[in-house]
């Protein structure tokens, strides 16, 4: 995976230089476990994205499952997760950015 990494961030890089911006997005799956564990990962995925792709904004859902429908995702907002994991917002806002 490695030896693609710095091709990939010239990938990247090339676009931002034509003044693209990069939008991702991170979802963690609803478990039963501890929800801190969860957030830990999902903050992960967030600094990977970050470090890797040089996003600008990273959307996430805090707990849905593949399956869900995009509209029915992060109903129940919790802003002080969204500010802790530096992110722009969650699924509903994702969704309202693109339309």
Not at 73 to 81: M, V
Request: hydrophobic share 35%; glycine share 4%.
């Amino acid at each position: 995976m490695y030896v693609y990494l710095p091709v990939y961030q010239k990938l990247i890089q090339n676009l931002k230089d034509e003044n693209y911006t990069m939008i991702s997005y991170a979802r963690k799956s609803p478990t039963a476990k501890d929800d801190a564990n969860g957030i830990i990962l999902l903050e992960a995925m967030c600094n990977r994205l970050k470090e890797r792709s040089a996003v600008d904004h990273i959307f996430v859902s805090v707990c849905s499952k593949v399956s869900d429908p995009l509209n029915e995702r992060d109903k129940n907002k919790d802003s002080k997760l969204l500010a802790k994991l530096n992110t722009i917002g969650d699924t509903q806002g994702k969704i309202h950015a693109l339309l």
